[in-house]
């Protein structure tokens, strides 16, 4: 079992930088692969990115390729979204999610209660 507890969501405007943050409870977290995904109102939810237990690897998908930067410190049990050049279709609920296995899907057995972000032209 991993709890996580997202933060560093806001408002901000088009074009400024977010770094999300997402601490896990257990020092067991370094076990695990963890990945971003948001979901805006009437919308799927959508993997953004994802890191391997120890950093060494790293996906991006279509969203935020270019944008984004997915990076994890297991001393502080913490992982990082940095999305840059924000826009305001960015605006949406932002979970992060831990599994053994880093998958692209959804397919995540542990997530966050989310932080949102806001973005506004």
């Known amino acids: 079992q991993v709890h996580l507890h997202e933060s560093g969501g806001g408002s901000v405007q088009a074009g400024g930088s977010l770094m999300l943050s997402c601490k896990a409870s257990?020092?067991?977290?370094?076990?695990?692969?963890v990945a971003w995904f948001r979901q805006a109102p009437g919308k799927e939810r959508e993997q953004l990115a994802a890191?391997?237990?120890?950093?060494?690897?790293?996906f991006y998908t279509e969203p935020v390729e270019g944008r984004a930067t997915i990076s994890r410190d297991n001393t502080v049990k913490t992982v990082y979204l940095r999305l840059d050049n924000l826009m305001p279709e960015d605006t949406a609920t932002y979970y992060c999610?831990?599994?053994?296995?880093?998958?692209?899907?959804?397919?995540?057995?542990?997530w966050g209660q989310g932080t949102q972000v806001t973005v506004s032209s």
């Open positions: 257990e020092s067991t977290f370094d076990n695990y692969a």
């Open positions: 999610a831990a599994n053994y296995l880093m998958k692209r899907s959804s397919d995540y057995a542990f």
């Open positions: 890191i391997s237990w120890n950093g060494g690897a790293t």
